[in-house]
């Protein structure tokens, strides 16, 4: 007989999550909220049998290396790789992909004084297992960072290769929309900019054409402050 994964319940969930995918005692999320340093948030998040989180791991990866993972794995690169392991271990667990990161010792604010490291990788084997790990860090002589010691808190969640693509293009689009919204926004400023001189200009004629002497920077200043 087979076993029903359990899921857990989750009443509220942040307002930054774009994706969530649950696993076995388990939930992957893909949250923006650090979208404007650049990097794409990924939560893997842990529950006990009364629906408690046991455990929760953050791991941020720069728009540019999401947007290559995401790529890779909607263009088959990941399976084709998963495929040809295989092949060499049998069903057996083959790493695919890990991306190393942290925080420094004056951020982390670690008891023990040293910097955190963080790891989020992708595995395969009957699943695409999604993991994110850290546990005390060291930097590099190139500035990266590594761990140095054993990881304090692991959690790991199993995704389908449906739920992976989904995962990919959910990155693909969040992206898209967040740099549309950021050329919008520019293109608003430049166009309200063009507007304001517009004005300044048919003052100014309206002005000469009715011999006033018109203050235009101070009209102007006077329309904004009864806008606000």
Known sequence: MEMKKY???????????FWTEFGNHSRIELKNSSFGIGKVNIGLQKFDDNNKQVAYVNAYLDFDK???????????KFARVAAEMHQKDGNNMVAIY??????????????D??????????????L????????PG??????????DGKYEKKVSVGLSNESLKAMALMI??????????????????ELFKLIIKGIKLLIRILGKALGLKIDVEKEITYLNEQED
């Open 7 to 17: 899921v857990p319940q989750i009443k509220e969930m942040d307002g930054t999550v």
């Open 98 to 111: 890990k991306q190393p990161g942290g925080q420094s010792a004056e951020k982390a604010g670690r008891e």
């Open 66 to 76: 999401a947007m290559v993972l995401a790529n890779d794995i909607l263009a088959g």
């Open 113 to 126: 004084g040293k910097p955190l490291y963080r790891e989020f990788s992708i595995s395969h084997g009957k």
């Open 172 to 189: 693909q689009a969040e992206y898209q929309a967040y740099r549309t919204a950021q050329f919008n926004n520019l293109l608003i400023k």
């Open 138 to 147: 060291q930097v590099s002589k190139t500035g990266g960072f590594m761990p």
């Open 128 to 135: 695409w297992i999604i993991s994110c790990q850290e546990g």
